[in-house]
């Protein structure tokens, strides 16, 4: 499933012994694999070949320049969702008209930049949206393209704060107003609607609510077709599983192979079809790195502080999400043959991991079976390339930790860590106003 793999005991990502890089480093750390990263990248574009689609690459799933660099280098195009994930595929050389802006509150000078770019897609989610973005690409004297955002309602059966595509969702228009969308705004000179945009939520495990979004997305391009509207693109969005634990999720080629025959109509037509996978690139392809600070024994319940937590890994307690977590270094009785909440295996002991956060909230794992650890451990927490470092704050005026790039034997700082100074330069000074 990715490049991290145990090797007599000791936890290498590609050729590098993650032991041996945290001594040069410090902890905590982000470690990526490029490797893992462009063989998923390519996967999905393997799997999807006979669409022919552009791959937009989710930014908010894991942005590092560095990373997204790698992608751009390879034909992806980026999904973002704001002026800051805009300069960040500029930065990284994304090609612009392969770029799609989503979001339902970008703001005058977000799609201000976006038309300078020219952009390839806005991602609209509602009337009022277009309207202003319609007359500001007129006050520029220019024309840009549009894909409707449409909630086709089904339910993607993932965690409530990750779906999107329900009837009662903040996201985009059900499909009743959609055909009346199009037909107010389908012949619009300044901003062209010629596109639908699904994305259902994330993270999702099973092919049919795809097919079933798809299949009411198809049906809707038919009606607005009768009606004289001609959809050329249709944007299938992201959401495609990632393995938190080992073989959780389908394949890209599971994905591909319900829905490239789906799709295959609508691409003869001319049709041009998007992806906007995130997670099922980014997140076997990090890990995040952490010491053992304390042991804590309060009543029965066993606690290993380490030196990170819910300030750089926000996903076990907002959403619920699961990492496997493990040592770095371990006896040949406890190398883990699979990434499963539970591992049968002789000598574990039940703890719940924490950090240092000044919440009850910030734990990365609760009830978990780990071998022995003690002060100055290495933990490794597995599957935290995506939604990870993008959503690390620096609550309890933390510094975020560094980045590292790992190809092969070699290792890249792709960010350094921040420093104290960091966190209060935007204070250096206070001015009048
Ligand atoms: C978050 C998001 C994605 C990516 O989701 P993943 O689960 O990371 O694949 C794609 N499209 C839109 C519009 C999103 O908001």
């Known amino acids: 499933m990715d490049a991290f793999e145990y090797r007599d005991g000791q ?18 750390l982000y ?22 689609p552009i791959i937009c690459y ?43 802006y989503a979001g339902v509150g970008k703001t005058d000078r977000e799609i201000c930049d976006a038309i300078e770019a020219r952009i390839g897609w806005f991602n609209i989610e509602s009337e009022a949206e277009f309207e202003n973005t319609a007359s500001i690409a007129r006050r520029m004297g220019a024309t840009a393209s549009a894909a409707l955002r449409v909630n086709p309602d089904v339910d993607p059966k993932t965690h409530d704060k990750t779906t999107t595509g329900k009837k009662e969702s903040k996201f985009g228009v059900d499909i009743e107003r959609a055909r009346r969308f199009f037909e107010r705004y389908g012949r619009d000179p300044h901003l062209k609607l010629r596109g639908i945009h699904l994305h259902i939520g994330s993270p999702v495990y099973t092919v049919e609510p795809y097919v079933e979004a798809i299949t009411r997305a198809l049906a809707l391009i038919d009606d607005l077709a009768e009606q004289g509207h001609r959809v050329d693109t249709l944007d299938i969005g992201g959401g495609f599983g990632a393995d938190y634990e080992s073989a959780q999720s389908p394949l890209a080629a599971d994905y591909a192979a319900q829905l490239v025959p789906l799709l295959k109509p609508f ?57 496997f977590i493990w040592p770095t270094s371990v006896a040949p009785m406890h190398q883990p043959a699979t990434r499963a909440p539970k591992l049968d295996m002789p000598g574990l002991e039940t703890c719940d991991i924490v950090g240092p956060i000044c919440e009850t ?18 933990l490794c927490v597995f599957s935290a390339g995506a939604y990870g470092m993008v959503m690390a704050s620096n609550y309890n005026a933390m510094p975020r930790p560094a980045e590292v790039l790992i190809e092969g034997s070699k290792a890249t700082l792709i960010r350094r860590a921040e420093t104290y100074e960091d966190l209060v330069a935007p204070e250096a000074e206070a001015t009048a106003l």
């Open 267 to 323: 691409h003869d037509a001319g049709g041009r079809i998007i992806l906007e996978p995130g997670r099922s690139i980014a997140a076997n392809a990090g890990a995040l790195l952490t010491r053992v600070q304390y042991i804590k024994l309060g009543g029965r319940k066993k606690f290993v502080i380490v030196d990170t937590g819910m300030h750089h890994l926000v996903r076990p307690t907002l959403y619920d999400a699961f990492h």
């Open 58 to 100: 989710s930014i908010k799933s894991c942005g590092n320049v560095h990373l997204c660099k790698l992608l751009a280098n390879r034909g992806a195009g980026m999904d973002v969702v704001s002026g800051g994930e805009l300069y960040r595929a500029q930065r990284a050389g994304a090609v612009m008209n392969k770029v799609v």
């Open 11 to 28: 936890l290498y990502c590609e050729q590098v012994n993650l032991d041996d890089l945290t001594r040069q480093t410090g902890t905590p």
């Open 31 to 52: 470690v990526y694999s490029r490797r893992t990263f462009e063989d998923h990248y390519d996967r999905i574009a393997r799997a999807f070949v006979d669409l022919d």
């Open 361 to 378: 909230g910030d734990y990365l794992a609760k009830e978990r079976s780990l071998p022995p650890v003690t002060r100055g451990d290495l």
